[in-house]
């Protein structure tokens, strides 16, 4: 029987980093158990068994495939040697002949915050690892750099090293580790991000992921060094990019969100490959490519093949979870109330059909709102579909309007109107659910985290039809997250209004859950993070407050040093049996 601890303690792959000469991938493996993340070594053929190397995150390769460096709490290290700096290093990228690293200067944080006096800039520096010398070659608040071959820079930096504003002013620019001289590219789009070089006939590029509203996800920018300009070069496309991949020669590839599945470009000269699942990473030389995928019925691995080719997995993090028996998952097809073509997730309980409904069914709200259900493995931390599943429900998991995957128009048209037509998405499917006979109408539950949370509490506030719902980390006030949240403006162009504008009513008020607390009958448990700065905790107390004032049967779990994620092993484990005893009661 599936327990909550092996949900906890699997070991999950990410961070896969190619050997420039094709023939190594290191990979990063963690568990919430052991607390302390690991980097191990696999062969790009298969022809060795994976090892673990060292203790450590973020490894990279030298140009020359010699050489492995990684981040340790912080520290930057290669052969377990770490380099003399004494602040926190956030990034770093090895070149030619040395390694250039972001990280903030070495004098101690200031006791007391005070605004003007605490913004610490990360800047970019460079450690020779000959002489081990270390300097600063950007006074900047650097965010990401990407290396030419000939040792050039291309830089992304802020104006200041809050996200709010610095996230929404980036600056693309060029920068000669040789000589320090700074070229600007001028300004790139909202959290620019991702920048890599490649060379076409009329000289160098630089490409980059951004945003070109504050909703609607990214767009690949292409900035010909010689005219500066930045274009957009998948505006007007149905699909989604969300990585770039720097190669030897040619185009860069393109990570892209395809539907339930992900596929693989070559930018500006379309599909390489289409992989049933999610990838969430990806890294090649050009000739053979190595990722991180995940399908309907088996956990993260690592996958390398040749570049338009066959993958094979080379890694094998979690060959426990291959003994249970896992629920059916079915892809879903189907047309919102207006015609707009959508698609999700289906996943019966192990052993069951369609035929052996109606069964309770809890509907799986993805976050972002700029997320979504691709056609991988649901299991993890959080209430996933299959820990669910174990437990007798159907899970129903949408991927409405305002998700990834279907180009930016999908994406963006919840700007100023989160819960409306997304809300209807969702409620369709659930009823055609119920119309074939999987769900049962009387045993319906809905739950979510962070933009899933703000759904399932906007759900209970516009219908009875639930009886059971979770809120994880959920909005409840637009217009409170606007003036507390990280990214104020991404969350004032969600809800539609500030706050600020004047005495009211607000855009705001109309699409958030607390307007509508005096209409919940469903009942309710708020799990939150104490120390979340993406959706405050504020936000679940304010829901709390009004779920008591009017009578509604809920439950406020606070944890303790939480962020907007769970990390805490008993706080993982303790929100896995929660949910499901919540679901169990009540469905």
Not at 204 to 216: K, M, N, Q
Not at 222 to 237: K, S
Not at 421 to 437: H, Q, R
Not at 530 to 537: F, G, M, Q, R, S
């Amino acid at each position: 029987m599936l327990s909550a601890e092996s949900i906890v303690d699997s070991h999950v792959p990410s961070e896969p980093a190619l050997s420039p000469d094709g023939r190594w991938v290191a990979y990063r493996v963690a568990t919430v158990a052991k607390g302390v993340p690991e980097i191990w070594l696999a062969a790009t053929d298969g022809g060795e068994k994976p090892r673990k190397l060292t203790e450590g995150t973020s490894p990279k390769w030298s140009p020359d495939s010699t050489t492995l460096y990684f981040l340790r709490d912080g520290r930057l290290y290669s052969d377990d040697e770490p380099i003399a700096w004494r602040s926190e290093i956030t990034a770093f990228l090895p070149t030619r002949d040395k390694v250039v690293f972001i990280a903030e200067d070495e004098t101690p944080v200031p006791g007391i915050r005070v605004w003007s006096e605490s913004l610490r800039p990360a800047r970019l520096r460079s450690f020779d690892p000959r002489t081990r010398e270390i300097k600063t070659l950007a006074e900047d608040h650097v965010v990401d750099v990407a290396c030419r071959p000939d040792g050039m820079l291309a830089v992304l930096s802020w104006p200041t090293p809050e996200l709010d504003p610095g996230a929404l002013e980036p600056r693309l620019s060029l920068l000669d580790p040789e000589t320090g001289r700074t070229t600007d590219l001028g300004m790139a789009e909202v959290e620019a991000t991702s920048p890599v070089w490649w060379r076409d006939h009329d000289g160098w590029h630089i490409a980059y992921l951004g945003t070109p509203e504050l909703v609607g996800g990214f767009a690949v920018f292409d900035v010909p060094v010689e005219t500066g300009e930045h274009r957009n070069l998948t505006a007007g496309t149905t699909t989604c990019p969300v990585r770039l991949a720097q190669v030897d020669s040619g185009a860069p590839l393109v990570l892209v969100a395809e539907g339930l599945d992900t596929a693989l470009h070559r930018l500006g000269s379309g599909e390489v490959s289409l992989w049933r699942g999610l990838a969430d990473a990806v890294v090649s030389n050009g000739e053979v490519v190595a990722t991180v995928l995940s399908t309907a019925h088996r956990p993260k691995e690592v996958h390398c093949g040749p570049i338009g080719g066959e993958l094979s997995r080379i890694s094998d993090t979690a060959p426990e979870l291959g003994e249970f028996g896992w629920g059916a998952q079915e892809r879903l097809s189907y047309k919102a109330s207006d015609g707009l073509a959508l698609d999700g997730l289906l996943v019966l309980p192990p052993g069951r059909t369609r035929r052996d409904g109606p069964f309770p069914m809890v509907t799986m709200v993805h976050g972002g709102p700029y997320d979504r259900h691709a056609d991988r493995f649901m299991l993890n931390w959080y209430p996933s579909a299959q820990w669910l599943a174990l437990a007798g429900h159907a899970v129903f998991l949408p991927n409405p309007r305002g998700g990834q995957g279907h180009g930016h128009e999908f994406a963006a048209c919840v700007a100023g109107r989160v819960g409306l037509e997304e809300w209807g998405d969702i409620e369709t499917g659930i009823d055609l659910l119920v119309d074939e006979g999987v769900a049962d109408p009387d045993r319906l539950g809905i739950e979510g985290w962070s933009h899933g949370g703000f759904m399932a509490a906007w759900a209970v506030g516009q219908t009875r039809r639930f009886k059971a719902a979770m809120v994880g980390a959920g909005i409840c006030d637009w217009g409170m997250l606007a003036a507390t949240g990280e990214l104020g403006p991404f969350e004032a162009a969600l809800g539609g209004s500030f706050g600020w504008e004047g005495s009211g009513p607000h855009r705001h008020d109309q699409l958030s859950p607390i307007s509508f607390a005096s209409k919940i009958e469903t009942p309710v448990l708020i799990v939150h993070g104490a120390n979340d700065t993406n959706v405050p905790l504020s936000q679940a107390e304010f829901f709390h407050r009004a779920l008591r004032r009017f009578g509604v049967e809920h439950e406020l779990v606070v944890y303790p040093g939480e962020g907007h994620s769970i990390r805490g092993r008993d706080h993982q484990l303790d929100v896995l049996r929660r949910c499901r005893e919540w679901f169990a009661r009540l469905l």
